[in-house]
């Protein structure tokens, strides 16, 4: 009778869905082993039992992780998306209010130190760069390029003295 209670209780756990359950072993009134789903008697010992993964479960399961992981790296990639545009648009104000004020020639007076441009932010990084050297000395032709509703702004230098601005 044993051999054959032991087979059918397998069976039975296996055709059960996948998922934690509670068994009770217990004797009976002859003092067989009885397994049940239900408590059968004060002396009934609680089995825990993890039910096989089914094909089938496998499968849904790595489904909802692969979607749970899809949405975490979209809402990642929209992260870096807003940041990136943020970073943009803050980029194009500040390009706008350094054309503007290079269109004005803001703090340029002729006669200006090469150093002293350099080292104001608005001028120290020329687009564009000629240099000529001859006998009487040597000019450079910086180029501010045109952006958005501006043109382009050019100085002039001999010497290392500013000598002409041309817009």
């Keep these: 009778m ?49 039910h096989p993964e089914t094909p089938l479960d496998k499968i849904k399961r790595e489904l909802a992780e692969a979607k749970v992981q899809r949405e975490a790296q979209r809402k990642i990639s929209e992260a870096e998306q807003r940041k990136r545009a943020e970073f943009n648009a803050q980029q194009k104000t500040l390009r706008a209010s350094s054309c503007r004020a290079r269109f004005m020639q803001l703090g340029l007076k002729i006669g200006m130190q090469r150093s002293a441009l350099l080292r104001d932010q608005l001028w120290q990084f020329p687009d564009d760069v000629s240099k000529t050297t001859t006998a009487s000395g040597v000019t450079e032709y910086w180029v501010f390029n045109a952006c958005e509703g501006y043109g382009s702004v050019r100085l002039y230098l001999t010497n290392e003295l500013l000598t002409s601005i041309h817009n």
Excluded: N, T, W
């Design 2 to 50: 044993r051999l054959i209670l032991m087979p059918l209780f397998i069976i039975a756990l296996l055709s059960m869905p996948a998922s934690a359950s509670k068994i009770f072993k217990c004797l009976d009134g002859v003092g067989r082993v009885v397994f049940s789903d239900s408590e059968c008697g004060a002396g009934a010992e609680v089995i825990q039992y993890q």
